[in-house]
Nanobody, 117 residues
Framework: QLQASGGGLVQAGGSLRLSCAIS????????MGWFRQAPGKEREFVAA????????SYADSAKGRFTISRDNAKNAVFLQMNSLKPEDTALYYC????????????WGQGTQVTVSS
């Protein structure tokens, strides 16, 4: 199971740090991802990191502002979000991929991020 937390209301330009606690075993091939869905829009990819190594990936909208990280000892993944914009307002989900990293099979319940202008 995945439990996302850390969302809230913040002014534009502010920061939030999202956390995702993961229960169960994670393997080196798994990817941990953050996604978001704004009202009336489709869910979109934000960032991902492999459970082993330093490989990360970001959506263009997140590059330079968001940082994904993990703590293997705590089975947790984080998303540090800086310089937040009103268009970052969405429900943010964490997810775990299959062992090949090609499909996200496990999803958390989401945490709401609201950025006011």
């Amino acid at each position: 199971q995945l439990q996302a937390s850390g969302g809230g209301l913040v002014q534009a330009g502010g920061s939030l740090r999202l956390s995702c606690a993961i229960s169960g075993r994670i393997f080196s091939g798994n990817r941990m991802g953050w996604f978001r869905q704004a009202p009336g829009k489709e869910r979109e990819f934000v960032a991902a990191v492999r459970w082993s190594g330093d490989t990360t990936s970001y959506a263009d909208s997140a590059k330079g502002r968001f940082t994904i990280s993990r703590d293997n000892a705590k089975n947790a993944v984080f998303l540090q979000m800086n310089s937040l914009k009103p268009e970052d307002t969405a429900l943010y989900y964490c997810a775990v991929s299959n062992l090949s990293g090609t499909r996200y099979n496990y999803w958390g319940q989401g945490t709401q991020v609201t950025v006011s202008s």
